[in-house]
């Protein structure tokens, strides 16, 4: 089925620096999110994207983070400046409405911040 | 806020077995539920949902029933394989047209010994 990618796969990064992970949504996909996820725990939601403005971001979503997708590119999710507590695996997902439609998971990209 | 609980953390079955794993809810609406299953190194995947009361979604042998009285979405399958072996999240889906977003339970990690 249609799919996700999300590049890179991991990206090791010192703390301070800016790191930017990339989402390359399913085609006709309108909505876009990213997802926390720390080793071994749940999904957290991050926010959501439409249309080209957030829509709804949680608690997680600190000051440092923004998103964007310039003229229907890569969704991206950019952390300036890095903390420890940063490191966990992103996951990028889309859907086609921002109703009851199928969500689309990638494969994450896993942070490591040191 | 709205939420996800699932009872069991881990369960451990042995092949043939059958599978229960309890989800239950808490939303001030009428949410569509969702099951997600998750590989190692892979994002979750879609298993299937449920929009109404009764409602009985099913995938690949699990199936579960939205029940609006108990709040409940329970997963089930009559005889689990070596290959079910996964991360499945319960989750609510947003009560609104353009919310967006997934609330996931804490994940159940089923293991099957063959």
């Known amino acids: 089925g249609p799919k996700v990618l999300q590049i890179p796969s991991h990206q090791i990064i010192d703390m301070g620096q800016m790191v930017t992970l990339n989402c390359d949504p399913v085609s006709n996909h309108l909505y876009f999110y990213w997802y926390k996820q720390i080793l071994g725990q749940q999904m957290e939601f991050l926010v959501n994207f439409y249309n080209g403005k957030v829509m709804e971001k949680s608690k997680l979503f600190k000051d440092q983070f923004s998103v964007e997708r310039p003229d229907g590119s890569y969704f991206t999710l950019k952390i300036q400046p890095t903390a420890l507590e940063d490191s966990a695996v992103y996951f990028c997902?889309?859907?086609?409405?921002?109703?009851?439609?199928?969500?689309?998971f990638g494969s994450g990209t896993r942070l490591l911040v040191i | 806020g709205d939420s996800v609980t699932q009872t069991e953390g881990q369960v451990a079955l042995s092949e043939e077995d059958f599978l229960t794993i309890h989800c239950n809810y808490s939303a001030s609406g009428y949410p569509a539920l969702f099951w997600y299953v998750q590989y190692p190194g892979e994002g979750p995947q879609f298993l299937f949902r449920?929009?109404?009361?009764?409602e009985k979604g099913s995938s690949r042998g699990f199936e579960a029933t939205y029940d609006k009285g108990t709040t409940s979405f329970h997963l089930r399958k009559a005889s689990v394989q070596e290959s079910d072996s996964a991360v499945y999240y319960c989750?609510?889906?947003?009560?609104?047209?353009?919310?967006?977003?997934?609330?996931f339970g804490q994940g159940t990690k089923l293991s099957i010994k063959p």
């Open positions: 989750a609510l889906g947003p009560m609104n047209y353009n919310q967006g977003k997934l609330i």
């Open positions: 449920a929009s109404r009361d009764k």
């Open positions: 997902a889309s859907s086609r409405t921002g109703g009851n439609s199928d969500y689309t």
